[in-house]
């Protein structure tokens, strides 16, 4: 992903609805892609990851759908809880980058009560 | 409780000197990281140990080193080389390089004036 300079791109969400992120990657050949969530103040914590030749993961309360075609990751959270506050990064995992993540810049996703 | 501690989580260096931070893991990793977090971007990988006694360089480590002589320790030098040092500073480990899920420390925050 490409920095986004100062400014993160930021979705806010009715506490109890539904979440989506969304990431577009560049890398057609990347084996795998991943989602952290970053808490304020703290490191980044693995969420989810969904291998290259899948469409749909599902974890617990999360969805990560992958569309090749368009180059298109996308993170559904449900029933979002105040506890989701936090900044969401999308990465990449590939062979020809010797296997080193590539991060996208992260979306903060805000809840409102 | 198994983890990555990072000290201190607030550091504050005048221009001109080098500042050593500190990361330990006894989660038992081969492979540890450090990266740099400047305000709305990604992650930016700095240097990578795949095993000790061994580490490479990622993208941006001009003005850093490093050392692994220890499984669980890590720690990253900011050299006075460094032109821009003031960010927030992310160690992780996963269990071999190349794995993805990296468990990430709470960071050090260096601030220089």
């Known amino acids: 992903g490409e920095s986004v300079g100062l400014h993160l791109p930021t979705l806010s969400v009715q506490e109890g609805d539904n979440s989506i992120i969304n990431c577009a990657y560049s890398n057609s050949a990347s084996d795998y892609f991943i989602w952290y969530k970053q808490e304020s103040g703290k490191g980044p914590q693995f969420i989810i990851d969904?291998?290259?030749n899948m469409d749909k993961r599902q974890g617990q309360r999360v969805t990560v759908l992958l569309n090749k075609t368009v180059k298109h990751l996308s993170l559904q959270i449900a029933a979002t809880q105040p506890g989701d506050s936090a900044v969401y990064f999308c990465a990449e995992n590939t062979k020809d980058s010797n296997y080193q993540l590539i991060w996208g810049a992260g979306t903060k996703l805000i809840i409102k009560p | 409780d198994g983890g990555i501690t990072q000290s201190p989580k607030y550091l504050f260096r005048k221009e001109g000197q080098n500042v050593t931070l500190s990361c330990e893991q006894n989660l038992n990793h081969d492979a540890m990281y450090w990266y740099r977090q400047d305000p709305g971007q990604g992650l930016r990988l700095i240097y990578y140990?795949?095993?000790?006694?061994?580490?490479q360089k990622g993208d941006i480590a001009e003005g850093y080193s490093v050392s692994r002589e220890k499984k669980e320790s890590f720690p990253l030098t900011v050299t006075s080389a460094q032109k821009n040092p003031t960010a927030f500073y992310l160690c992780a480990s996963s269990i071999v390089w190349g794995d993805h899920e990296q468990y990430f420390g709470p960071g050090t925050r260096l601030t220089v004036t």
């Open positions: 969904i291998r290259s």
């Open positions: 140990s795949q095993i000790v006694n061994d580490f």
